[in-house]
């Protein structure tokens, strides 16, 4: 029973790499989020999507883009990284029938 | 314009007694409130929730209060146990793809 899996778990990225931050949930959940956590900070909506080919920005977009190709699976792009970046990424699922999310155990990003 | 407010970074108890958190919204839209619960290096997990409608929801140890007129909800969890010491986020949606919220979360110290 997997959950939400986020691969990696921790990255060190110079500025003006990309990567891809994976997540995949296997309860067939049709929403899903990408949050980030700054020290001291909440959570903050970067993306989500309401189901496969559906996706739409929230609080904190700019840097990023998401794909939803799929049920299960919502990759999370960064193109030139840049300091300001450096930040621990969740990502989250929903059934959409309670409010409640699953939570993967995050990534740990560093932009040097 | 942070829409959720937790105004204590922290908060200790001693074991046996009575913990209380609190959170402030601005935001009149809201219509459901969530708590929850994360420990280092994991993800948050869901603890209690409450929608609009109530003034209050239990969940054996856990009580979550809701004050409309005054915008603030608080969590109470008695008696307090060494386990629950962890940071407690507060978090409210009001759209309809159910996007959270989140407070910047309050860091309880539970004494033995």
């Known amino acids: 029973n997997a959950g939400v899996t986020q691969t990696p778990k921790f990255r060190i990225l110079k500025i003006g790499q990309s990567m891809t931050l994976q997540c995949a949930q296997d309860?067939?959940?049709?929403?899903m989020y990408w949050y980030r956590q700054d020290p001291g900070m909440g959570l903050k909506l970067i993306y989500y999507?309401?189901?496969?080919?559906?996706?739409d920005k929230g609080e904190v977009p700019n840097g990023y883009n998401v794909s939803r190709s799929t049920t299960e699976d919502f990759p999370l792009r960064l193109e030139l990284a840049a300091p300001s970046q450096t930040s621990v990424y969740f990502c989250?699922?929903?059934?959409?029938?309670?409010?409640?999310?699953?939570f993967g155990s995050g990534t740990r990003l560093t932009v040097v | 314009d942070q829409q959720v407010k937790q105004n204590s970074p922290s908060l200790s108890v001693q074991e046996g007694r009575i913990s209380i958190l609190n959170c402030d919204y601005t935001?009149?839209?809201?219509?459901?409130f969530l708590w929850y619960k994360k420990y280092p290096a994991e993800g948050p997990t869901f603890l209690i929730s409450?929608?609009?409608?109530?003034d209050k929801n239990e969940d054996g140890r856990f009580t979550v209060f809701l004050n409309k007129s005054a915008k603030h909800l608080s969590l109470h969890i008695v008696p307090s146990q060494p386990g629950d010491s962890a940071v407690y986020f507060c978090?409210?949606?009001?759209?309809?793809?159910?996007?959270?919220?989140f407070g910047s979360g309050t860091q309880l110290t539970v004494l033995p």
């Open positions: 999507s309401v189901g496969a080919g559906i996706t």
């Open positions: 935001n009149s839209m809201f219509d459901y």
């Open positions: 409450i929608s609009s409608i109530k």
């Open positions: 978090a409210a949606t009001a759209g309809s793809a159910r996007q959270l919220t």
């Open positions: 309860m067939n959940h049709n929403y």
């Open positions: 989250a699922s929903s059934s959409g029938a309670s409010y409640g999310y699953t």
